[in-house]
């Protein structure tokens, strides 16, 4: 990764993306996505001018588009040519966008695209090697431009997406991470799609105290009872001792959105409290975090 010009003169809330076909420029839109930006692909450069109106001021001091991160390469026919002018353009205008350029080797580009089996934009028949040198060759003076290139090679979606959020949030530990903590019932069904799973069914249960059976488990004397249990207290320490350690490293990997599932036999009792106490301490360490029941009332 090369850093080539100024951060404090350019604008990293106004992006242009641009590279060589198979770089990674997809990928690299999806993580800016995520980051909040107004993403445009394969913006035609004659566009670049009148979108930047959307990031000025209006009369009123309102700015319709506060981050854009917008994608312009060789599949734009006008871009090699008007390209540096239209960049001249926005600079008069008190704009000047961040350039990101996009790289890697023959050989990995070569590959990406056998893999795709995509055709290269630049192949009119010479072969993809030859078109991919003929594109490095094109892209020379627009690379240049750039205020940071990008070298691929090494990278593979999921570490691409972590350099760009750590180069680019407003967090540098990652996106922020939206938890979402679901209690269910075993014999309702196993719940589906979630990334944690955590099983109180070794818990003493509630359904088996006269007064208790009938209550939910975010009724305060089922809390209370389960709360006077050793086992129950141990257990939710350690879940949410590994919980305060591996969040932070899905942060890192730039994951937005994480569910946790707890489950125990109904769905009313054990695994209702167990969300709970769980949704309350992530709450309390930074996350945003919702509870979900999904077989409380059954």
């Known amino acids: 990764m090369t850093d080539t010009g100024d951060?404090?003169?350019k604008l990293e809330r106004f992006i242009i993306i641009t590279g060589l076909s198979g770089s990674g420029m997809s990928s690299a839109t999806n993580a800016f996505e995520d980051l909040g930006y107004f993403c445009v692909d394969n913006l035609p450069v004659t566009i670049l001018s009148p979108f930047s109106r959307l990031m000025l001021p209006n009369s009123e001091g309102l700015i319709a588009i506060e981050k854009a991160a917008l994608v312009i390469d060789i599949r734009e026919r006008h871009f090699l040519s008007d390209f540096p002018a239209e960049l001249k353009k926005l600079k008069?205008?008190?704009?000047?966008?961040f350039i990101?350029?996009?790289?890697?080797?023959?050989?990995?580009l070569k590959r990406r695209f056998s893999e795709t089996r995509r055709p290269h934009p630049a192949d009119d028949g010479v072969g993809v090697l030859e078109a991919i040198r003929s594109e490095r060759e094109a892209m020379s003076a627009v690379r240049s431009l750039a205020d940071l290139t990008i070298d691929t090679s090494q990278?593979?979606?999921?570490?691409?997406?972590?350099?760009?959020?750590q180069r680019f949030g407003e967090h540098r530990e990652g996106i922020p991470l939206q938890v979402q903590v679901v209690s269910f019932g075993h014999k309702h069904g196993v719940l589906r799609d979630v990334d944690l799973m955590f099983d109180v069914r070794h818990l003493p249960n509630p359904y088996f105290e006269k007064k208790l059976k009938e209550l939910?488990?975010?009724?305060?004397?089922?809390?209370?009872?389960l709360d006077s249990q050793e086992d129950v207290r141990e257990t939710l320490r350690r879940f949410i001792e590994l919980l305060e350690y591996l969040l932070p490293l899905y942060r890192r990997e730039g994951k937005a959105y994480l569910t946790i599932g707890i489950g125990c036999t109904g769905g009313r009792h054990r695994s209702v409290m167990a969300a709970?106490?769980?949704?309350e301490r992530l709450n309390e360490a930074g996350y945003d975090t919702k509870?979900?029941?999904?077989?409380?009332?059954?």
């Open 7 to 9: 951060k404090q003169e």
């Open 92 to 97: 008069r205008r008190g704009l000047e966008p």
């Open 276 to 279: 709970e106490r769980i949704g």
């Open 291 to 298: 509870v979900v029941h999904r077989d409380v009332a059954k």
């Open 100 to 108: 990101l350029f996009f790289d890697a080797s023959d050989k990995v």
């Open 155 to 165: 990278h593979n979606v999921h570490s691409l997406r972590r350099t760009l959020v």
């Open 216 to 225: 939910p488990g975010t009724d305060k004397k089922v809390a209370a009872f």
